[in-house]
């Protein structure tokens, strides 16, 4: 485990955490005025390899082949010339700082980090992280890696749990929850029941490696829960017709894939961030990466039983736990996502893909991304 410490004074800035793989939707933007929970598990933290934070520059300003060389392949906004390795945590692993008053602005519902870090060390004053709890956005406390260094605290590593082990865990994701949002009908919060954030998150990513994956052909995902998340955009961006690729559930507790399928839809550990790959080295099958608590759901979905497996009720007894009700809406995998995911492919300079990528704002329209 590890302290991050503050790089000005050498104050601890954190409670001991362990490192976990960066969460497909650590920048997802959210809807608008949805009160979205807390990013990462307490006790843990992430790093996003990437650079990140001010200065900016716009894609017209970066030559391609730079561009490619820090693995973007396709034309993005802009471009961070900042730091590279933030660091990510719960709010509630943040210790010994306080807020910078005045970059706390050009928020909404709360703070945004829009001007750089919004908090600082106390005992120095150094600005070390940015604090981020606005509406749309997940709670989090971001460390600014030029603020901060990591100092383990003990001589045991953590050993990463096995693919066994976490299956044994069993912890899987439902692909719908409640929402809460702001602005209800007497101005406070109000609920519904919708597709899961993390879930849209994850097809979003996903769904850029099925078009790598199908080099421009039509591709078939699995009956069922698959076929929601996944076929209607499939079939939106895709050719139709005969010669489809194949794609289908592989991973740990999972019969071995046909040898027909080309593509596999495969956890990645929630740990090391590593994509679980077939026992057959010779296997060559694209794979295609899901969050495991996903991918779980997906390859062995909880049943909720309504009623009991025989026989009724007993009288006076009522059952507090009724199914989730279904979402109104379709399936939509999370546009950023997909986009951010897309323009670090090498597949993109493929036109038939870029095709895609560049007519993206008329497929919001159409409503097939959130």
Known sequence: MFVFVCAGCGAELTAPLSQVALPVHAHQKYGNGIQLPVLMESGTFAVEPEPSGPPWRRWEEIDPDEAAARGVYGPVHALSDGAPGAVVIAPGDIRATVLIPEKCGGYCCGLDGAEGPNLACEACG???????????????????????HRIPVDDTDA??????????????????????????????????????????????????????????????VPDGL??????????????TGPSAWRAVLGGPG??????????????????????????DPAASAYRVPLPFDVWLWLAFPEPHLPAPASGVMPDGVL?????????????????????????????????????????????????LFQ
């Open 126 to 148: 150094l600005p070390v992280a940015s604090r981020i709890d606005d509406c749309s956005l997940w709670q989090a406390v971001w460390l600014a890696p030029d603020a901060v």
């Open 159 to 220: 050993v990463p749990l096995s693919w066994a082990e976490l299956m044994a865990e069993g912890r899987s994701t439902p692909p719908f929850e409640p929402i809460t949002g702001w602005g209800g009908p007497r101005l406070g919060s109000h609920h519904w029941w919708s597709w899961s954030p993390r879930w849209e998150a994850a097809a979003g990513r996903a769904l850029a490696h099925l078009l790598a994956a199908s080099e421009g052909r039509p591709v078939t």
């Open 226 to 239: 698959s076929e929601k998340v996944f076929q209607r955009a499939l079939d939106t961006l895709l050719p």
């Open 254 to 279: 999972l019969p071995a894939s046909d040898a027909d399928a080309g593509i596999l839809l495969v956890p990645v550990h929630p740990q090391t961030g590593d994509t679980w790959s077939p026992p």
């Open 319 to 367: 059952r507090d736990d009724p199914p989730a009700p279904n979402p109104y809406s379709l399936f939509r995998p999370d546009p950023g996502v997909f986009r951010h995911t897309v323009v670090r492919l090498p597949a993109v300079r493929s036109q038939w893909l870029r095709d895609i990528l560049d007519n993206l704002t008329q497929d919001v329209r159409a409503r």
